[in-house]
């Protein structure tokens, strides 16, 4: 049974920092592509990273390009989402997900992802 879980939101005023860890159990991780999404109050799910299996190629939001990175860890199973210079509208929750199919290619749909975290809150105040 394919698990993830994610950790490290909190409260932090703008301009701060936070760095979000994911951790999946259940399936070999190194063969899947992995993505953040997250969710506002009253919004849809939204994309925010994804990362492909081998951690070779990154794909942003416009709306945090230059200020989230995501990287994985694949030894430690493991990706993460640092995520600088927040804005209060980047409040929401925040979900990892993965692929059902190995070597897929990361993609910034969100139906195209198949296992999802239960997801950590990311509150900034202005």
């Known amino acids: 049974q394919v698990q993830l879980v994610e950790s490290g939101g909190g409260l932090v005023q703008a301009g701060g920092s936070l760095r979000l860890s994911c951790a999946v159990s259940?399936?070999?991780?190194?063969?899947?592509?992995m993505g953040w999404f997250r969710r506002a109050p009253g919004k849809d799910r939204e994309f925010v990273a994804a990362i492909s299996w081998s951690g070779s190629y990154t794909w942003y939001a416009d709306s945090v390009k230059g200020r989230f990175t995501i990287s994985r860890d694949n030894a430690k199973n493991t990706v993460y989402l640092q995520m600088n210079s927040l804005k209060p509208e980047d409040t929401a929750v925040y979900y990892c997900?993965?692929?059902?199919?190995?070597?897929?290619?990361?993609?910034?749909?969100?139906?195209?992802?198949?296992?999802w975290g239960q997801g950590t809150q990311v509150t900034v105040s202005s």
């Open positions: 259940g399936r070999t991780f190194s063969s899947y592509d």
């Open positions: 997900a993965t692929r059902s199919r190995r070597y897929g290619g990361i993609r910034s749909n969100v139906n195209e992802y198949d296992y």
